[in-house]
């Protein structure tokens, strides 16, 4: 494992995907505006033009609205795997040094002396999903997500499933899951709910790594 791996990296690299998603919305719209602006001497064609694009604009912000949760989604389960990574790079003797469920197969991976992957990982460690991990991270003392944020990425990750499995509409399952995992904020547009999220995530991502780094240092 490369010892100079960064999360924080990570999380930027991933972070991109969505922001540009978000920008491409916003120079669309721009865009529109000045268009719109140089057919404004002929009323009907101005009329014409904004209501082609202004319709246009609206499923564009939908899509990629949509797959900026998506992403979002995506970045915090990127991030727990990165996390793992780092700190089973950096920080071998805090795991070696402590006993959980995990401690005879996490030994094997660690003492080795091979290179592994993530993947590797995850199949010695069975961390099959979010809350694999969150247990993960809390038998070792890695103070990753406060319960706040576990909420939070479990909302994201009900979102994203219903985006992705039941585009459209709304499912029982997903209704009964929304009960244990509410929403942050309550907004009608889409599009200002992707931008709210992509700030939450990303304030509550860096600050974890923060936390982490603190505890580690």
């Known amino acids: 494992m490369n010892a100079d791996f960064n999360a924080a990296n990570v999380l930027k690299r991933n972070f991109l995907r969505t922001d540009m998603l978000i920008e491409a919305m916003e120079r669309i719209g721009a865009y529109n505006r000045l ?67 995990h401690s005879s197969d996490l030994r094997k991976v660690i003492s080795s002396g091979e290179s592994v992957n993530i993947e590797d990982i995850e199949a010695a460690l069975k961390l099959h999903g979010r809350r694999e991990y969150y247990e993960f991270f809390d038998s070792y003392g890695i103070p990753a997500l406060t319960q706040s944020d576990k909420d939070f990425v479990d909302y994201l990750h009900i979102r994203r499933n219903n985006l992705v499995h039941a585009p459209g509409f709304e499912t029982t399952v997903l209704r009964e899951r929304m009960l244990d995992a509410p929403k942050p904020f309550h907004e009608n547009s889409v599009r200002t709910e992707a931008k709210r999220l992509r700030t939450k995530v990303k304030k509550m991502l860096y600050e974890s790594y923060e936390r982490v780094s603190m505890a580690f240092a």
């Open 35 to 101: 268009y719109q602006d140089a057919q404004s001497h002929d009323l009907e064609d101005y009329r014409t033009v904004k209501a082609i694009q202004d319709s246009q604009l609206s499923e564009i912000e939908q899509a990629c609205s949509e797959h900026a949760i998506i992403s979002l989604a995506t970045v915090t389960e990127v991030y727990m795997r990165a996390l793992v990574i780092e700190l089973f790079a950096r920080r071998p003797e805090h795991f070696l040094s402590k006993s959980s469920r």
